[in-house]
Structures are given as structure tokens and as C-alpha cells.
T-cell receptor
């Protein structure tokens, strides 16, 4: 089946630094990738939709300057949390699709900002 | 706008017993509905999906779900629970098949516990 790899699985950083999370589709070309955020005991919340070669579309309330998304190739999308603060600590999950097909999810990245 | 409600953040059943995980949705257009399972330290895996074909949908690992428009429900069932079914289960809704064009709206998840 289709595999999506997310890296790193866990990251701890100091407040004010930037963190990059990678999402790769290992055995298929992903025309669309999605980034979700999951708070403790809450559902996954869609942050943004990313199409290869285009600017990401952000959901209402998501700061695009804080959460930079780059989808430079059909197999890689990155999420950069800029100037991270403790309130950005969360579980971030990406998914990828091939042209409207099923979403395949990465295992997620646990971000802790000290 | 869409929303999903999963009743019960934790459900505990005995091994061999019926599994029933409840999901109700709200959507202004005909929905596409999904159940995903998440095992510890793994990504979400699709169990099954409803995309306006048959209302009773069969998925992997013996799970099935029935779409009931009148009740706006899409409950997940399995006749006989196995220990390996212990995991977090998410119901999700989209207005496009596979959520390809739109992201998914998820419920809060139900943690399924299997008692030996």
C-alpha cells in the first residue's frame, strides 16, 4: 500500500526557534498533501492544503506566516513552524493523495516547545 | 460546514463481543464518510469509506459501517472483537470522495479497549 513517511517523529526545541517537519510519499506521487494538527483529547484539525507547485491554502485561523508550507515536489511537502512558542506544542500529522484518491497518513510529529 | 461527533471517547468490550463505535455527522451537501484506525506510534489507516454507493460498507479486518441518512449516522461495527482491534478510531467526513480536493473533518476519536 501507499506509504507516507513523516520526519522527525518527535522534536523538542527552544522558544523562538524554527522547526521543519517533512512529509514524504514513498511509493507514489502526491498531487495534494494536507497538514493537520491534533491537540490532546481533541480531533485532528485541518491546517492547510498543499498542491505541488502552488501556494498552500490555509484554513481560517491558521497563521500562514507562522506555519510555512512548501510542496516543491510530488513526493515532498514541508511544514516549518517559525519562531515557535509553547502554545505551538502539538501533534502534527500530514497526509497525501494521488489525484483525489484516498488520503494516506504519516505517523505524525510530536512538537514540544520549551 | 461539516462536523462529526463520536459518542464515547472510550469504549471497552470483551474479546469476542460486538464492537459498536458511534459516529454522527453534519453536512450541508451529500457527504463522503470515512473510518480510520490509528495504532500507537503509527499513522491513520483507512478502514472503510462511504461514497454514495451501497449504504452498508465493508472494510478491512472484519469491520463494517452503515450509512443512515435519516439518522445522519455512520456507526462502525464488528461482530467479534479481537485483542488486536485495540486502537484509536476516527470518523471523518468530506465533501469529496477520498477527501482528495478537500481535507477531512474528523471526530475526536474513540479509544477502543478490548478486555480479555
Amino acid at each position: 500500500g501507499a506509504v507516507v513517511s513523516q520526519h522527525p517523529s518527535r522534536v523538542i526545541c527552544k522558544s523562538g526557534t524554527s522547526v521543519k517537519i517533512e512529509c514524504r510519499s514513498l511509493d507514489f506521487q502526491a498531487t495534494t498533501m494536507f497538514w493537520y494538527r491534533q491537540f490532546p483529547k481533541k480531533s485532528l484539525m485541518l491546517m492547510a492544503t498543499s498542491n505541488e507547485g502552488s501556494k498552500a491554502t490555509y484554513e481560517q485561523g491558521v497563521e500562514k506566516d507562522k506555519f510555512l508550507i512548501n510542496h516543491a515536489s510530488l513526493t515532498l511537502s514541508t511544514l516549518t513552524v517559525t519562531s515557535a512558542h509553547p502554545e505551538d506544542s502539538s501533534f502534527y500529522i500530514c497526509s497525501a493523495t494521488q489525484g483525489g484518491d484516498i488520503q494516506y497518513f504519516g505517523a505524525g510529529t510530536r512538537l514540544s516547545v520549551l | 460546514a461539516q462536523s462529526v461527533t463520536q459518542l464515547g471517547s472510550h469504549v471497552s468490550v470483551s474479546e469476542g463481543a460486538l464492537v459498536l463505535l458511534r459516529c454522527n455527522y453534519s453536512s450541508s451537501v451529500p457527504p463522503y464518510l470515512f473510518w480510520y484506525v490509528q495504532y500507537p506510534n503509527q499513522g491513520l489507516q483507512l478502514l472503510l469509506k462511504y461514497t454514495s454507493a451501497a449504504t452498508l460498507v465493508k472494510g478491512i479486518n472484519g469491520f463494517e459501517a452503515e450509512f443512515k441518512k435519516s439518522e445522519t449516522s455512520f456507526h462502525l461495527t464488528k461482530p467479534s472483537a479481537h485483542m488486536s482491534d485495540a486502537a484509536e478510531y476516527f470518523c471523518a467526513v468530506s465533501t469529496h470522495s477520498g477527501g482528495g480536493a478537500d481535507g477531512l473533518t474528523f471526530g475526536k476519536g474513540t479509544h477502543l479497549i478490548i478486555q480479555p
